[in-house]
């Protein structure tokens, strides 16, 4: 979402070149100079940012990988929500895939050996599944909306062809606005003499230009969708507490569908609000040129926490995958239950089923009146 030189000089560049928050101080203001210690914070970087990004690593490709290997497998079954979930999981593991490179960056105390390409790539993943988890998050909480607030419209609304034409334009969006992070990649530093990436090289400067793409970035890419999810969840809750004198097994759905509002606000709450906030809040001591050194450190070791939280993203969404209803475990039951049934049926026995969730909508409406209530339920009550 943001150029390369907004993220990398608010975010992880800041915390990874611990020299590069000294280096913008003395180009805003000369008559300030700090030396403060960097082997403290160096350790700290390198020892959180190896070990947490190699946690994400196993638990993201894990999660991950077997929930797109059932959405896969289930895809006849396919639904607006279902095309969602898919391409937020294809982004995560994208992303996760280039985890190891950065884990052996700072394992290698900071000195990059693996060219330049790969410098531009595991820079430009990062920030692609980033925000692309953030659009993805918001398309299905706008498609949940209407299915439960419009049920009567969501047929017109909400469909899969739809949903993949949504699914495009995020993806060009997001790459396309994340694209400054391909223009630059590793340089030599000059005075340790080490291959850099993932860091600003020193004296950078540009404060005006930063916090102009700071603040299109932090809008466009968090405040805007973060509202979207609200207005959609407060829209959501207060449908289903309406309905919430209905049969035994409306109030059990509607108890499902508010838990998972919880847990994903909850989610993007911890994983990308205080990113957001603390590149923010750098930038603006970053400009000041009056910085303690006591603050350096802290801002930069909170940049590291709080990009790990960013990061960890891509393990949260498999948890979103199976609390967002009964869809996600019904196709997990659908195809254990056809890898057995493939080894003890007939290969010519077998039933034609709808091939997605349209078809088994027009089936519905020509089985006549005595389908109406079923149908009507799963509008208000989506499965998925």
């Known amino acids: 979402m943001l150029g390369r030189p907004v993220v990398n000089s608010c975010s992880e560049k800041a915390a ?51 929930a797109l290997l059932v959405l896969i497998r289930t895809f006849r079954q396919r639904s ?27 394992i290698n105390k900071g000195h990059w050996t693996l060219g330049d390409f790969l410098c531009r790539v595991s820079s430009y993943a990062l920030y692609v599944n980033l925000y692309g988890s953030i659009f993805f998050m918001t398309a299905m909480s706008c498609t949940r909306f209407i299915a439960i607030v419009f049920p009567v419209q969501n047929l017109r609304l909400v469909n899969p062809r739809k949903a993949c034409i949504v699914c495009i334009c ?16 590793e340089y ?20 005006s230009k930063l916090k102009v793409l700071n603040y299109f970035s932090l809008v466009m890419g968090f405040i805007l969708p973060f509202l979207i999810i609200l207005i959609c969840y407060a829209g959501i809750i207060r449908t289903l507490l309406m309905g919430s004198n209905g049969m035994n097994r409306r109030k059990t759905t509607n108890t499902k569908a508010i838990r998972m509002i919880v847990i994903v606000t909850l989610v993007f709450l911890v994983s990308f609000m205080p990113y957001h906030i603390q590149r923010t809040i750098h930038l603006h001591l970053l400009s000041r040129g009056d910085v303690s050194c006591e603050e350096q450190v ?3 070791k909170s940049v590291v926490v709080t990009l790990c939280l960013a990061a960890s993203n891509t393990c949260f969404d498999p948890l979103l995958y199976f609390f967002s209803g009964e869809n996600f475990r019904n196709r997990l039951s659908t195809l254990r239950k056809a890898s057995v049934n493939s080894s003890t049926l007939p290969r010519h026995s077998h039933k034609t089923i709808p091939q997605n969730v349209e078809d088994q909508d027009k089936l519905k409406c020509c089985n006549g009146p005595q389908d109406s209530l079923t149908t009507a339920d799963s509008y208000t009550n989506p499965q998925e």
């Open 16 to 66: 990874c070149g611990h020299n590069s928050v000294m280096s913008r101080n003395s180009s805003i203001n000369d008559n300030v100079t700090l030396s403060c210690p960097s082997e403290s914070i160096d350790q700290f970087r390198n020892q959180v940012y190896s070990t947490v990004y190699s946690i994400i690593t196993v638990f993201g490709l894990v999660g991950n990988g077997f």
């Open 80 to 106: 607006a929500f279902h095309i969602y979930m898919l391409n937020l999981a294809v982004a995560d593991l994208l992303c996760v895939c280039t985890l190891p490179l950065r884990v052996f960056y700072y």
């Open 170 to 185: 995020i993806w060009v969006f997001i790459c396309s606005t994340s694209s400054p992070f391909l223009m630059s990649g």
């Open 188 to 207: 030599v530093d000059k005075e340790t003499k080490k291959t850099k990436c993932f860091e600003p090289p020193k004296g950078s400067g540009g404060q």
């Open 298 to 300: 802290y801002m930069q």
